[in-house]
């Protein structure tokens, strides 16, 4: 794993004074000259810093990764980067614990994943029916008799380094009167036969996410799914996770919510420097599981949001049941209430599958501009266009309209396009902008930058547009540039802000 990168501003040097693991990159300064660029994983204070070193401080701190001492005088500029950073009070007889069991959480490259349906197997005695849904999960039903038996595994063991940590999460439905188990085994790398540790995770345990922690070599993961009883099982999906024991979900300080069904949503948010606006980015449709967009939501000074989640193959456009919908709005606007900023103050944005959820969820927050990129706002259509317009280009469609509509036909195609287009519909923007960017011969949802143009009859509300050549994956470098742009743009025009480069 990379090193991770440390800074200590104080009048003592911590690396004569405290044992610091292999991992750490530390590094010591008795005073801060300029910007850290890049960012430090983590930043510890031990003591006050002047004015001209809190702006370089401003700067170059990630949130949630400030740790300040006891000699640090929390009061005027200091308390307001404190506040800003999220920082967090460090005592001295915690430094050393601190040093070495916590900081290896700080690592630089968050990454999770699915273990993908098509590597699941299942044994061969089981006599019950199998029924696949598509990409979406595999359900089973029949007698899975009287004791644990294993019932499927994933094929492609998962590689887990020495001192490293995994989040695991099942997504799965079932019949009450079916008991659940999963299996995890570690053999030592190069062999199947070297089993290092195995641990069994009983249906209470799975009602969290379990840890899998490696304390010897490098080995790979294997893991299977035991159950037993009468009834439906339905195995949606398995989630692995470089695991911040408790240190945040993919970034420091991102958070996770969770439904009665399992399904997952997550949020990072950063104060920046508590001045209006709050941008909001929903991330974009991607199998790598974590957020996205946080360099350039970072780079603007402002509070920001990024949304993201793990459904199906790489997100399922933010819609789901009246709970997961209700979770994210209230997500939103319990971060609004915290800085104090209302819907005016507001800034949604996202790029293609990330424009769904922005302009969807826009519809209940009201904000001052929507910045988008190759909008998407008919799903049914972009599912339609799987069969002739881009056959096989897109194919997770079809699982969408199927597990929101329990069906696939052209009356879910329509159901699905009308529960954006009522909700939009009734929605009031006559105090927002539209700023949209979208390919001329988009072949995901080519009508949806006319639609929206059609669909808007509030008084006031203003929208710009620019047009680019080709279909919905081309020139993605040329959206993304103009998209940056026009964030720029309402910046310093609607809030006067200058954006630091």
Known sequence: MDKIRVLQLGNRDWRKLYTLPKILDFQYRETLEEVPDPPYDIIFLDRTPSREEIEFLYQGTKAYTLFVTENVKMEGDMARLYNSRKGKNMEEADIQKFLLWEARNYFPKPYGEKFNLRNLAIVRDFSGSIRWKGGYSVCLEGDFGNEQNQIVFWRNNIPLEQGQCLDLWLEYKKDKDVELSLSVTLFAAGTISN?????????????????????????????????????????ITLHDRYSRRGHGHFLPGGERYVTSDREELFCYFDPGDMKPPFNVYFSGYKTREGFEGYNLMR?????????????????????????YEKMIVEAIRGYMKELGFTGDQVILSGLSMGT?????????????????????????????????????????????????????????????????????DHADWSASKFIISYMIEDDYDASAYSMLLSHLHSAGVQVYGKGIHGRHNDNTGGIVSWFSSQFEKILTEDFHRRIKK
């Not at 290092?196 to 010897?216: A, C």
């Not at 790489?314 to 819609?319: I, T």
């Not at 990129?373 to 096989?392: C, D, F, N, Q």
Request: charged share 25%; aromatic share 12%.
């Open 195 to 235: 089993v290092q540790k195995k641990w069994k995770f009983s249906e209470e345990d799975l009602e969290h996410m379990v840890q899998i922690e490696n304390p010897g070599t490098r080995g790979n993961l294997f893991v299977s799914l035991f159950a037993k009883g009468t009834g439906k099982l339905e195995i």
């Open 299 to 323: 780079s603007m000074g402002c509070p920001f949001l990024l949304v993201a989640e793990a459904r199906l193959e790489g997100g399922c456009f933010y819609m789901g049941s009246e709970e």
């Open 356 to 424: 769904f959820g922005a302009l969807y969820y826009g519809c209940d927050l009201g904000p001052h501009a929507m910045i988008l990129g190759k909008p998407l706002a008919s799903i049914g259509t972009v599912a339609a266009g799987e069969k002739m317009v881009r056959p096989g280009g897109f194919p997770t469609s079809l699982d969408i309209l199927k597990y929101l509509c329990r069906r696939e036909n052209q009356e879910a195609i329509e159901e699905l396009n009308a529960r954006f287009w009522d909700k939009f």
